[in-house]
């Protein structure tokens, strides 16, 4: 009997980001700064996974989750097109509509970076403000990642997953029998 490829619980923790409240005060804060400068409607962080770890500005149409996983099955399907031209991997991606367009960058090797933007601004614009606010949140997740522990550590006054009791799953379930 074959039986799947695994990875061990501790290379998952590894591979996994964990954000904390403060964390996500930080990347909204340089959205929030990009958005200002840029003119752009809505800034997004995704995990290359298609999370939508945090968004900023305006509503976009459609549903946040969906666009999310758009964005970085896109993004994953542009890896293959960069290897047929030799290039190990695409960092940005244009999108241009009539009236709306998305440019998303590669942050580090963990999330995307999506703006979103209209005829108020201009691509260039965008792309150098993003360029900017993409370094800093390079520098977030470089520090999310060098936390003791790894990138799954708790921050200070945070529990991080991996504190929790083993009974924990255990009187979970039970709590959860009680409810209904």
Known sequence: MNQPNHIPDADLRAQRLVFYAQDVLRMDSELDGFLELSGARCALVIDKDGHLVTRRGDAVNGSLESIAALVAGSFAATRELA????????????????????????VGDRALFAMVFDQRTNLGLVRFYGSQAQARLEQIFRELAARPG??????????????????????AREA???LF
């Open 150 to 171: 790894g990138a799954s550590a708790g921050a200070e006054g945070a529990e991080s997953v991996e504190s929790l009791s083993p009974e924990f799953g255990t009187s």
């Open 176 to 178: 959860l029998d009680r």
């Open 83 to 106: 290897r047929q031209f030799g290039e190990p991997e695409f960092t940005s991606m244009c999108h241009s509509g009539a009236r709306e367009s998305i440019q998303v960058s590669l």
